[in-house]
T-cell receptor
Framework: SQQGEEDPQALSIQEGENATMNCSYKTSINNLQWYRQNSGRGLVHLILIRSNEREKHSGRLRVTLDTSKKSSSLLITASRAADTASYFC???????FGAGTTVTVRA | EAQVTQNPRYLITVTGKKLTVTCSQN?????MSWYRQDPGLGLRQIYYSMNVEVTDKGDVPEGYKVSRKEKRNFPLILESPSPNQTSLYFC????????????FGNGTRLTVT
């Protein structure tokens, strides 16, 4: 069963703009992680948020978690061309992934 | 350098010809997992292993086998590959502690004709 489902499927923004994507999940979790994938390469871990946290920052990344709505959001501020990638969320350690959000940053 | 190494990177084979995709990690991780990635379907877990000699099915285990005889290696075996197993495969590992991140290999693109 896919635990994390990302939305929207695709996002196109101008360089310097912010990008926001969402993740919904079905069951109670201990933690939620976000990953980035560049063009068919292996996923790279970005950030983890635990179930008792509501918000977390890492550089230009901001993650929120709403356990009552079973959802999380990832915000990338001041986007750059290098942020062009697919982004995935996953929950706990068994870690099933959704189809991801493909972000394209236009110069 | 800490890494997960998959081989081969690309593989083209024919239906029914047994193949093995190797995965090795040098981080002494207990948890290892295999995924396949298909357009529009995301990453789906095939099998995972919590430790040596402990393996369990993921979401799409049919047609695949795995073994975990050593901590560092977690090969994926396709006994009789079929065209619907054409996909991009990823191996990943983590320490298995709650919330520890997955480290991914660079992927194996498999084509079965």
């Amino acid at each position: 069963s896919q635990q994390g489902e990302e939305d929207p499927q695709a996002l196109s923004i101008q360089e310097g703009e912010n990008a926001t994507m969402n993740c919904s999940y079905k069951t109670s979790i201990n933690n939620l992680q976000w990953y980035r994938q560049n063009s068919g390469r292996g996923l790279v871990h970005l950030i983890l948020i635990r179930s008792n946290e509501r918000e977390k920052h890492s550089g230009r990344l901001r993650v929120t978690l709403d356990t009552s709505k079973k959802s999380s959001s990832l915000l990338i501020t001041a986007s750059r061309a290098a942020d062009t990638a697919s982004y995935f969320c996953a929950t706990d350690y068994k870690l099933s992934f959704g189809a991801g959000t493909t972000v394209t940053v236009r110069a | 350098e800490a890494q997960v190494t998959q081989n081969p990177r690309y593989l083209i084979t024919v239906t029914g010809k047994k193949l093995t995709v190797t995965c090795s990690q040098n981080m002494n991780h207990e948890y290892m997992s295999w995924y396949r990635q298909d357009p529009g379907l995301g990453l789906r877990q095939i099998y995972y292993s919590m430790n040596v000699e402990v393996t369990d099915k993921g979401d799409v285990p049919e047609g695949y086998k795995v073994s975990r005889k050593e901590k560092r290696n977690f090969p994926l075996i396709l006994e009789s590959p079929s065209p619907n197993q054409t996909s991009l495969y990823f191996c990943a590992s983590s320490s298995g502690q709650g919330g520890s991140p997955l480290h991914f290999g660079n992927g194996t693109r498999l084509t079965v004709t």
